[in-house]
């Protein structure tokens, strides 16, 4: 249920509820890879490109304030290693009054749709999203369909995470992509929650544009993109294309050509 403080906090995080996020919590889940260690001049860079949002884990707060040109920032509450026994199993890694203190428009919390740790996260989600209501403070579920036999690509997985998010009281839900517009249609179809995307790993700039023009066209409200963003070449300049496309409905091409990006394949 929205309440004043949700709204409010929500158009930080967003532009017309449409919404380019940046993750930048990967430092907890692979270390100070490129773009991390020097997350300043990123941040600054996202945002001055036309990010909405940029997020992180609670410790690097301090840095994001001075550097986001007064965007949105959201605190993630989950995470795990890549060097740990189980990525998948993510744990507890702060709450909602300590995303309050360090001043977030908004918290995060990372959910795998069919995973043996489903059951304990589904459990922490709806605590989350219980404090949160209280606090007025927007969550975003990263609610992805991922375990033993569980295509992560599947529409209908995928579909049935992002009704799960909005079964637990989510404001907005990431996930997965289908692979095409016609098929993710139905994953924006399951839920009345705003839907955006995972990114992944790098690709082109033509494959990352469209990705997410794709998103666009079945619906979608936007993206929750991070290596695909902060470990480019010119983060602004992805950023801004990516920004043309969820904020400004560019085509591909346009959107590419507008950031000053090339057009080959």
Known sequence: MTTTGIDARLERIGTDGTYVIVPMDHGITMGAVQGLKDIESTIDGITS?????????????????????????????????????????????????????????????????????????????????????????????????????????????????????EELGADVVKTGYSGDAESFQHVVESTRLPVVIAGGSRGTDRETIEMVRGVMDAGGAGVSMGRSIFQHEDPEAIARAVAGVVHDDRSTDDALTNAGLTLEA
């Open 49 to 165: 490109g036309g990010a909405d949002a940029v997020l992180t884990q609670k410790g690097i707060a301090p840095r994001v304030h001075e550097n986001k040109n007064g965007k949105g920032y959201i605190v993630h509450l989950n995470g795990s290693t890549t060097i740990g026994p189980d990525e998948s199993e993510k744990r507890m890694t702060g709450t909602v009054e300590e995303a309050v203190r360090v001043g977030a428009d908004a918290v995060s919390f990372h959910i795998n749709v069919g995973s043996d740790h489903e059951p304990d996260q589904i459990t922490q989600l709806a605590g989350v999203t219980e404090t949160a209501e209280r606090f007025g403070m927007p969550v975003l579920a990263m609610a992805y369909a991922r375990g033993p036999g569980v295509d992560p690509e599947d529409p209908e997985a995928l579909g049935h995470a992002v009704r799960l998010a």
